[in-house]
């Protein structure tokens, strides 16, 4: 059973930085694409970012382009995303998500989730 675990997320203030991992483990499985979700209470869960291991390519919410970056292993089928500048609005639990098609930025694209982790900006 493929499974994505996340890790990383945590308490900062405002301004700092916060490196979120996210390792895929179990079953047989032949990632494209992975991905990062967030939901803010009350809010829908929405992209931040995503990685194509095909093309290389990544892709970025508005809200976030300039101030996080996504990476990973493909071969480890592993994501990082590294968050500088944090701010309060970006409060959320982030999700990790993976497809073997993709690239997308709609939950429906993704087939795989973690259980999400907690990242808590203070001002």
């Known amino acids: 059973q493929v499974q994505l675990v996340e890790s990383g997320g945590g308490l900062v203030q405002a301004g700092d930085s916060l490196r979120l991992s996210c390792a895929g483990s179990?079953?047989?499985?032949?990632?494209?694409?992975m991905a990062w979700f967030r939901q803010a209470p009350g809010k829908e869960r929405e992209f931040v970012a995503a990685?194509?291991?095909?093309?290389?390519?990544?892709y970025y919410a508005d809200s976030v382009k300039g101030r996080f970056t996504i990476s990973g292993d493909h071969v480890k089928n592993t994501q990082y995303l590294q968050m500088n500048s944090l701010k309060p609005e970006d409060t959320a639990v982030f999700f990790c998500?993976?497809?073997?098609?993709?690239?997308?930025?709609?939950?429906?694209?993704?087939?795989?989730w973690g259980q999400g982790t907690q990242v808590t900006v203070s001002s």
């Open positions: 998500a993976a497809t073997t098609i993709g690239p997308g930025y709609y939950q429906s694209d993704y087939d795989y």
């Open positions: 179990g079953g047989t499985f032949n990632f494209n694409t």
């Open positions: 990685i194509s291991w095909s093309s290389g390519r990544t």
